[in-house]
């Protein structure tokens, strides 16, 4: 018996093995091919490891497009998308779980079914609303779109939703108004659901393409995303170029969800805990 569970559990091990160098491997191959020669790129065979280390294709790639304005560019709209989010998710989580008004479970379903529409079916109607503002070309078109997220007020609802009423009512008796309470309680207790939404927001904002595509005409307003798709022309068939570009923008947000990845399972675990 002892065997078997020894076999199931090598098997296991292998499998695991296997899936994580199919899943880290490309980036390894992005940044090892960002570091060689243009030659050695596309030799046959392939090496695995640069023969000379070429840094210079980072500076090469930034004096060919203004990767620095799109990485502010793409900074601010995350930012600006992480804390409209945040904040629009906090407010409706609230007014979902702990206030009385007529028609609060129907609009709260009317949301959940919104979730079943596609998000490329709103793009349309989304451009034309942005382009009759005179918005495009701006930060707010950016990430306005998207500053409510049906999810994740989801997520802070059922959150909330696990905080004892008897304490809210406690929070009333004591004099505390509905906005003392959402901040000086609920908020702080709702920390991990909050930082993860922050987290998948902020990712989601980071690694945005389509949007950001139609919006913005003006390459002092591009982000990452879009300017590496420009870069692409620019760049040619220097592929050791286009991996130092893709690397720029690929580490950052891989690094912070190495790093947090369990503050994020942490977090989505708790917004969908109910007791």
Excluded: C
């Amino acid at each position: 018996m002892n065997q078997k569970n020894n076999f199931r559990v090598a098997i296991k091990y292998f499998l695991l093995v296997i899936f994580a160098i199919i899943t880290v491997f490309p980036f390894y191959w992005m940044i090892s091919s960002s570091l060689k020669s243009g030659f050695e790129v596309i030799q046959t065979p392939p090496t695995m490891l640069p023969e000379k280390v070429m840094w210079s294709n980072y500076s090469t790639a930034f004096s060919m497009a203004p990767f620095g304005r799109y990485f502010i560019n793409t900074i601010i709209v995350t930012a600006l998308s992480i804390i409209s989010t945040v904040v629009i998710s906090i407010l409706s989580a609230f007014a979902f779980s702990h206030l009385e008004f007529k028609g609060r479970d129907l609009i709260f379903s009317i949301f959940i079914a919104s979730m079943m529409i596609p998000g490329e079916v709103l793009i349309v109607n989304n451009f034309k609303t942005i382009s009759n503002l005179g918005m495009i070309d701006t930060y707010t078109s950016l990430f306005i779109p998207y500053a409510a997220s049906v999810l994740y007020i989801y997520m802070l609802r059922e959150f909330f939703l696990t905080v004892p009423k008897p304490l809210y009512y406690a929070a009333k008796i004591d004099g505390a108004g509905d906005w003392k309470f959402l901040w000086k309680v609920l908020v702080p207790i709702a920390k991990p659901s909050i930082i993860t939404i922050s987290i998948l927001v902020g990712i989601n904002s980071w690694n945005a393409f389509l949007w950001p595509l139609l919006v913005t005409n003006n390459e002092n307003m591009r982000v990452l995303a879009t300017g590496l798709t420009a870069f692409q022309s620019d760049a040619g068939n220097q592929y050791e170029l286009l991996m130092a570009a893709s690397s720029i923008i690929t580490v950052p947000i891989v690094g912070v969800y190495v790093f947090l990845h369990k503050k994020i399972m942490n977090g989505i675990s708790l917004g969908g805990t109910k007791g």
